[in-house]
């Protein structure tokens, strides 16, 4: 291209060059912009937690851990990063996404097609389910649950059957979206981490395209013991969380130059996730 512009004499041409270098510079029409964030708080975590699954509910984290042999299931008190409740899986399991479906925890598991289902006060199991694939994320809009297994596509499942209701292939530009991991809800968006990336694509639960990247480059320990994963958003007081595998830090963060939210209010009040469910809205 440079030299392109040093043969070029004539202005005329070299006003039509400049302007395909502009256009070849700018994103791709329809690309998700990337924004960033500040952090409002940092907190202890404890750096064996392999964090696979990661909510809010009523003052406290509820934890999902991975790995096998290792995989838990635990209460943890934000300031200190303190373990106040766990129950361990047993060895041939490995711990995945994890959410709050009423007074249920619902805990998914790597590649043994299994979820199992504790109370979510005392931990004391009320059984299980199965689903096809692997699991990775799970969160829910209030009616479905959504689940991540590694691939670019979300599914929806029925939460008292558990049932297939739907998939949403998630994408950017028309890109497929891979490795879409751990999962929170929050105002009408689904927010997801991708495996080895940096970066939290914020999604639409209608369309399937993603909103915006949020870039946490820089996040966490350097050098990292293991990748971004888990997201916890607390809607009472608008705080969102993010930690990684094996991270001995949790950090309260505020978004940067990113979109608004979707929904700010009710998030069931735009459709949303309706058609899958086949509810009123
Ligand atoms: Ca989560």
Redesign the pocket.
């Known amino acids: 291209m440079g030299s392109s512009f040093s043969r070029s004499s004539r202005a005329p041409r070299a006003g039509w060059l400049a302007l395909l270098v502009v256009a070849a510079a700018a994103p791709a029409l329809g690309q998700a912009p990337v924004c960033g964030y500040s952090v409002v708080a940092t907190y202890p975590h404890d750096p064996t937690a392999y964090t696979q699954?990661?909510?809010w509910s009523e003052g406290w984290l509820l934890e999902s851990t991975g790995l096998y042999g290792s995989s838990t299931l635990r209460r943890v008190e934000l300031a200190t990063g303190t373990v106040h409740q766990q129950i361990a899986l047993p060895s041939q399991y490995f711990g995945e996404?994890?959410?709050l479906w009423q007074d249920r925890l619902l805990q998914l598991t790597w590649r043994e097609h299994i979820a199992f289902v504790w109370d979510a006060t005392t931990f004391i199991p009320q059984g299980s389910f199965s689903y096809t694939g692997e699991g990775w994320?799970l969160?829910h809009d209030g009616r479905v649950l959504i689940l991540s297994d590694g691939t670019s596509s979300l599914r929806f499942l029925d939460p008292a059957t558990h049932d297939v209701l739907g998939s949403l292939p998630v994408v950017d530009d028309g890109e497929p979206i891979h490795l879409l991991n751990?999962?929170?809800w929050i105002r009408g968006e689904v927010f997801a981490n991708r495996l080895l990336y940096d970066r939290i694509a914020r999604i639409d639960p209608d369309t399937g395209r993603v909103l915006a990247w949020v870039d946490l480059t820089g996040l966490g320990p350097n050098p990292s013991p293991g990748p971004l994963n888990?997201?916890?958003?607390d809607d009472a007081t608008e705080r969102l969380f993010v930690t990684g595998k094996l991270w001995p830090s949790l950090h309260e963060i505020e978004m940067v130059g990113c979109p608004e939210l979707r929904l700010f209010g009710d998030g069931f009040e735009s459709g949303g996730l309706v058609r899958w469910s086949g509810a009123e809205p």
Do not use: M, P, R
Not at 230 to 233: C, E, F, L, V, Y
């Open positions: 699954g990661l909510l996404g994890l959410a994320g969160t751990e999962l929170e888990g997201i916890a958003w």
